[in-house]
T-cell receptor
Framework: GEDVEQSLFLSVREGDSSVINCTYTDSSSTYLYWYKQEPGAGLQLLTYIFSNMDMKQDQRLTVLLNKKDKHLSLRIADTQTGDSAIYFCAEWAGGYQKVTFGTGTKLQVIP | SAVISQKPSRDICQRGTSLTIQCQVDSQVTMMFWYRQQPGQSLTLIATANQGSEATYESGFVIDKFPISRPNLTFSTLTVSNMSPEDSSIYLC?????????????FGSGTRLTVV
């Protein structure tokens, strides 16, 4: 089956930038998503990118996609303590294909 | 985006019993999904529930263990039957919706199940 990999843990200081990386194997991925899961909560869609895009910026969030290398990243500028959560990347090829989630990256923001 | 109410938010259950989780959406949606998130793990799709038809289960999940109802376009239930400690997980429902002409998936807040 398709595979989505992420590093398990990232620690940054408040005010610094965070970069969370994700690699995937499905070359037919059409949509790539970033979700945030705070402790005890469900998943919140942060942003998404089409596979025909290289970059998408949304306020403090920047998504970079390298389709050749099947590499996706999420950059959070000016990271705040409220950004501490688990971040999941996910890919979807569209149609009746199921969404495949990564293993999640736990972001710890140090005050 | 759609608002999903999922309940119960958490429960502690005895092994051998069953728990039914409810998922209510504030708008009509065609496809609803049920996921399991085991401790420290990513999300695994259990089944897809379309209104008016049998749910479609993923490999490793069966209807007898996880019966699903989808009586209308805004509601679904997932039952975890004959529970064992291995069923201790977070269960999430999700809907597919169109956002800015693209597809995205919205999730409920999850049901944290502990089986003792």
């Amino acid at each position: 089956g398709e595979d989505v990999e992420q590093s398990l843990f990232l620690s940054v200081r408040e005010g610094d930038s965070s970069v969370i990386n994700c690699t995937y194997t499905d070359s037919s991925s059409t949509y790539l998503y970033w979700y945030k899961q705070e402790p005890g909560a469900g998943l919140q869609l942060l942003t998404y990118i089409f596979s025909n895009m290289d970059m998408k910026q949304d306020q403090r969030l920047t998504v970079l996609l390298n389709k050749k290398d099947k590499h996706l990243s999420l950059r959070i500028a000016d990271t705040q303590t409220g950004d501490s959560a688990i971040y999941f990347c996910a890919e979807w090829a569209g149609g009746y294909q199921k969404v495949t989630f990564g293993t999640g990256t736990k972001l710890q923001v140090i005050p | 985006s759609a608002v999903i109410s999922q309940k119960p938010s958490r429960d502690i259950c005895q092994r051998g019993t069953s728990l039914t989780i409810q998922c209510q959406v504030d708008s009509q949606v065609t496809m609803m999904f049920w996921y399991r998130q085991q401790p420290g793990q990513s999300l695994t799709l259990i089944a897809t529930a379309n209104q008016g038809s049998e749910a479609t289960y993923e490999s490793g999940f069966v209807i007898d263990k996880f019966p699903i109802s989808r009586p209308n376009l805004t509601f679904s239930t997932l039952t975890v039957s004959n529970m064992s400690p291995e069923d201790s997980s977070i269960y999430l429902c999700s809907v597919e919706e169109v956002r800015e002409n693209n597809y995205g998936y919205t999730f409920g807040s999850g049901t944290r199940l502990t089986v003792v």
